[in-house]
């Protein structure tokens, strides 16, 4: 189970950190990632924690303004944003792909989501 919270709205410029409350995983064998959707687009991948927790990637348009890390004894995984833009006005979505499998950026390949989280950038 996945859980976001912390989204919310934010004037240009700020930042914010979501969190994931994530169950029934472990962070040796599980991907972890956020994804985000904005209105009338599709659901993209753009930060990603592969198994094991030591290798990260990004999506070109976050890459240097968000991090993704994960705190193993609160089974947590974060998403903090700076420097954020009118353009990263999203649905924010955390998704896990067990298995031990790497992390992709194709939807289909992830198994569990959250129920989103609004943030709102002007």
């Known amino acids: 189970q996945l859980v976001e919270s912390g989204g919310g709205s934010v004037q240009a410029g700020g930042s914010l950190r979501l969190s994931c409350a994530a169950s029934?995983?472990?962070?040796?064998?599980?991907?972890m990632g956020w994804f985000r959707q904005a209105p009338g687009k599709e659901r993209e991948g753009i930060a990603f924690l592969h198994p094991g927790g030591g290798l990260t990637h990004y999506a070109g348009s976050v890459t240097g303004r968000f991090t993704i890390s994960q705190d193993n004894a609160k089974n947590t995984l974060y998403l903090r944003m700076n420097s954020l833009k009118p353009e990263d006005t999203a649905v924010y979505y955390c998704?896990?792909?067990?298995?031990?499998?790497?992390?992709?950026?194709?939807?289909?390949?992830?198994?569990?989501w959250g129920q989103g989280t609004q943030v709102t950038v002007s």
């Open positions: 029934g995983f472990t962070s040796f064998s599980t991907c």
């Open positions: 998704a896990a792909r067990p298995g031990g499998y790497g992390c992709t950026t194709k939807l289909v390949d992830y198994t569990d």
